[in-house]
């Protein structure tokens, strides 16, 4: 076999497996009735077409190839353990999803749809449904998985066991939650996909302020949700949330990884190509009339995205947008964003009585951008010794080493005799 | 089917007799409910007060249940439902939930050698 063709294949198995892991997962799945065994012999797939694709060239369909694959070899295992399955079936397939065109027009009979489902059921941990869809919907290595959460390999290894048994002992169903309880349900993936965007863009601890693998994948698994549910206006919520925010990528940090404040960003190094998305998006899932939490956030983002500068923004309609928000979905952490719209508006005064009312919220103990709000806000009011503390106090608590760069310089600045123009 | 235990959390002491006519009336649609969800109580029991309760710890026996809480165990039942979706939602309606809760644990079924 040439080097060319070796080459190649190897090509398309990284291409298939970024593209197709989780189709050829969840149809494995449904035939092997088991997420282990169906891990396995998917793993097993990949393997096969690196040597079968080199010799025999790459096929017209990658992912049927692996999916027929993978099918063969679960068949396999379940002959070789009849005698068991027949006493236990591990993944619960209900019997009407064996009728897909019966069960009504509500549910979409897509078994990537029943993995995601599956892997960010309520009865898991969050923890263990961000880990499951990572490993399971995404195809990405316990290691890496560990690496990006920042715990060791034996521990995420630990988590998705205990996960996938508590799957198979306590039957969680493998199918679309029916239409009473898509709303619910699909909130509980999308904010696991959203917990994956926002750690990947702004790192909970480390070096890095962005982790774009992490970034990567949340986009590209909304992409595929917005493919299987294309009428659910929050899946295209999110999809423009996400695209919106890491719109800014390039710009949130210096040459030097110093990290840069929206209002410092080069707005002309924005990617345009996303922000026009986003907003067509944003459009797309106000016109349905069903406005929800991610949509409203991503209409938050637009209106920056498409500010000629910071002063510039329409902090007015932010205000009511963040209103709005606080309607369907009372976060201290969004009181304390609209905070930030309110002082570009009724002033720094105003808005530091507001962050002061949020600051007796339990829910803000230990979040670090509320005294670094606070910090920024006492320094526009020329208060330096109050700024100073706050800012003290933001440091004692951020984990992200270039948020801690951006805060240990504006202590500084503060606490300089000869203050510069602010 | 699978089978599997719900136990009943209700605040201590759980005493059976003190139970109002309101959490009575539901109690008594509940087999119903359960049924019409596609599910079947095997069995069920429901237990004196906590304060009836002996602990037994290595050779120490106490007072009171084997942990101390606000909400104690005041009965079980062992029910059969297709999947852990259709468990969850009978146990939803269980009365329990109003002031207490309840715990869904699927039953062990021992491998097969």
Not at chain 1, 143 to 163: H, K, N, W, Y
Request: hydrophobic share 50%.
């Amino acid at each position: 076999m040439s080097d060319a063709g070796t080459a190649a294949a190897e090509r398309a198995v990284a291409d298939a497996h970024r593209r197709e892991w989780a189709f050829v997962l969840a149809a494995t799945a449904r035939v092997a009735g088991d997420l282990d065994v169906a891990e396995e012999c998917v793993q097993d797939a990949y393997v096969a077409a690196l040597a079968a694709w080199a010799r025999d060239g790459v096929p017209e369909k990658p992912g049927a190839w692996l999916t027929a694959t993978a099918k063969r070899k679960a068949i396999d295992v379940l002959r070789r353990e009849k005698v068991f399955r027949s006493k236990m079936p591990l993944l619960v397939e209900p019997a009407e999803a064996e009728f897909p065109e019966e069960s009504g027009v509500d549910v979409v009979p897509d078994d990537r749809l029943r993995l995601v489902f599956t892997c960010c059921h309520p009865a898991l941990a969050r923890e263990a449904q961000v880990a499951l869809t990572l490993r399971l919907v995404c195809g990405v290595s316990t290691g890496d998985i560990a690496r990006a959460f920042l715990v060791s390999e034996p521990t995420m290894a630990a988590r998705v066991t205990r996960a996938k048994k508590k799957i198979a002992a306590a039957r969680i169903p493998y199918r679309v939650p029916e239409a009473a309880e898509l709303p619910e349900r699909l909130d509980a993936v999308l904010t696991v996909v959203h917990l994956l965007f926002t750690t990947g863009h702004t790192a909970p601890t480390g070096g890095d302020l962005i982790r774009a693998d992490l970034v990567d994948r949340a986009v590209h698994l909304t992409r595929m949700l917005l493919a299987l549910m294309p009428d659910e206006p929050e899946v295209r919520g999110l999809l423009a949330l996400l695209l919106l925010t890491d719109a800014r990528r390039a710009t949130r940090t210096d040459a030097a990884g110093r990290l840069l404040t929206l209002e410092q960003q080069d707005r002309s190094a924005w990617d345009r190509t996303a922000i026009a998305e986003g907003n067509a998006l944003v459009l797309g899932a106000f016109r349905t009339g069903r406005v929800g939490r991610y949509a409203l956030q991503a209409a938050i983002a637009s209106l920056h995205a498409v500010a000629p500068s910071y002063a510039a923004t329409d902090w007015p309609q932010l205000i009511r947008l963040y209103d709005e928000l606080l309607n369907r979905w009372p976060s201290p952490v969004v009181g304390l964003n609209r905070a930030v719209a309110v002082s570009m508006v009724d002033g720094p005064a105003a808005a530091l009585a507001e962050v002061d009312a949020l600051a007796a919220d339990p829910r803000l103990a230990g979040y670090h951008y509320l005294p670094a709000i606070r910090a920024d806000l006492l320094r526009r009011l020329d208060r330096p010794e109050e700024a100073a503390d706050a800012y003290r106090i933001a440091l004692a608590l951020v984990a992200n080493d270039a948020e801690r760069a951006f805060l240990t310089a504006r202590l500084a600045e503060t606490t300089r005799p000869a203050r510069s123009e602010h | 089917m699978a089978q599997y235990a719900v136990l009943i959390y209700s605040p201590a002491p759980a005493d059976p007799m003190e139970i109002t006519p309101d959490y009575l009336a539901l109690l008594d649609r509940y087999p119903a409910q359960v049924e019409e969800l596609g599910g079947k109580i095997v069995t069920g029991f429901a237990l004196q007060p906590s304060t009836t309760a002996t602990a037994v710890r290595g050779d120490l026996v106490t007072d009171g249940p084997f942990i101390e809480a606000k909400e104690v165990v005041a009965g079980f039942f062992i029910l059969e439902a297709p999947d852990l979706d259709v468990a969850l939602k009978i146990a939803k309606l269980n009365p329990a939930t109003i002031d207490g809760g309840v715990e869904v644990r699927p039953l062990f079924v021992p491998p097969a050698e």
